[in-house]
């Protein structure tokens, strides 16, 4: 029977290593306190949804941070396409033919258990879905097999990747489907937004 597999990346909250954009602005230490507020908000929308849910870690794993019934790994690679690729490969490999797969980071407040529940629907009827950022990127992709095609040579953090990505799908003639846009907290600003709405 297939299954929803649920890829969370994370960092530990660590000054100066966290949210740097924001700690520009506010310092570190409000920076850790802005990614700490992150955290829990990703872990209080995906605790309860009945998938195979796995905490893929930055830096290094920590066992007692409130990942509770989570499995925890290491991302592997240079950057963060190949970190991504290798986790969705490590997914697809452990699974079974079927199997749906969603990554997400930990970088939204708007995100809602919703959006992943139809993110795993959206799977059903495409082959991608994406889960469109308004700074041009993405807070969400998914798949039911490996596209590694969606992770090499693609600028990482920059206005056009979602285009970009996009791009690749039908050039690939493969379909996908997007979610509601949302606003992923890189900068002060962002989150002073969202913490008012």
Same mark, same amino acid.
């Given at each position: %029977?297939?299954?929803?597999?649920?890829?969370?990346?994370?960092?530990?909250? *660590?000054?100066?290593?966290?949210?740097?954009?924001?700690?520009?602005?506010?310092?570190?230490? $409000?920076?850790?306190?802005?990614?700490?507020?992150?955290?829990?908000?990703?872990?209080?929308?995906?605790?309860?949804?009945?998938?195979?849910?796995?905490?893929?870690?930055?830096?290094? *794993?920590?066992?007692?941070?409130?990942? &509770?019934?989570? =499995?925890?790994?290491?991302?592997? =690679?240079?950057?963060?396409?190949?970190? %991504?690729?290798?986790?969705? $490969? @490590?997914? *697809?490999?452990?699974?079974?033919?079927?199997?749906?797969?969603?990554?997400?980071?930990? &970088?939204?407040? &708007? *995100?809602?258990?919703?959006?992943?529940?139809?993110?795993? /629907?959206?799977?059903?009827?495409? /082959?991608?879905?994406?889960?469109?950022?308004?700074?041009?990127?993405?807070?969400?992709?998914? %798949?039911?097999?490996?596209?590694?095609?969606?992770? @090499?040579? %693609?600028?990482?953090?920059?206005?056009?990747?979602?285009?970009?990505? @996009?791009?690749?799908?039908?050039?690939?003639?493969?379909?996908? @489907?997007?979610?509601?846009?949302?606003? /992923?907290? /890189?900068?002060?600003? &962002?989150?002073?937004?969202?913490?008012?709405?």
């Amino acid at each position: %029977m297939a299954e929803n597999h649920l890829i969370i990346f994370v960092k530990n909250p *660590i000054a100066g290593q966290v949210k740097t954009r924001i700690a520009r602005t506010v310092g570190n230490e $409000r920076a850790v306190q802005v990614y700490r507020h992150l955290l829990q908000h990703t872990q209080n929308i995906t605790q309860g949804l009945p998938y195979h849910k796995i905490v893929y870690y930055g830096d290094f *794993i920590n066992p007692s941070d409130g990942w &509770d019934g989570y =499995g925890k790994r290491l991302q592997k =690679g240079d950057d963060l396409g190949q970190r %991504m690729l290798n986790a969705f $490969r @490590e997914q *697809i490999s452990e699974g079974s033919p079927g199997d749906r797969i969603v990554i997400i980071g930990s &970088d939204c407040l &708007d *995100i809602t258990s919703d959006h992943i529940q139809l993110a795993f /629907d959206a799977l059903t009827v495409a /082959d991608v879905v994406i889960g469109p950022a308004t700074d041009g990127g993405y807070y969400l992709l998914g %798949m039911k097999q490996l596209f590694p095609f969606l992770f @090499e040579n %693609m600028p990482w953090s920059q206005p056009e990747l979602r285009q970009l990505t @996009e791009l690749a799908i039908l050039q690939n003639s493969l379909t996908f @489907e997007l979610l509601a846009e949302l606003t /992923d907290i /890189d900068e002060w600003e &962002d989150y002073e937004r969202a913490i008012k709405q």
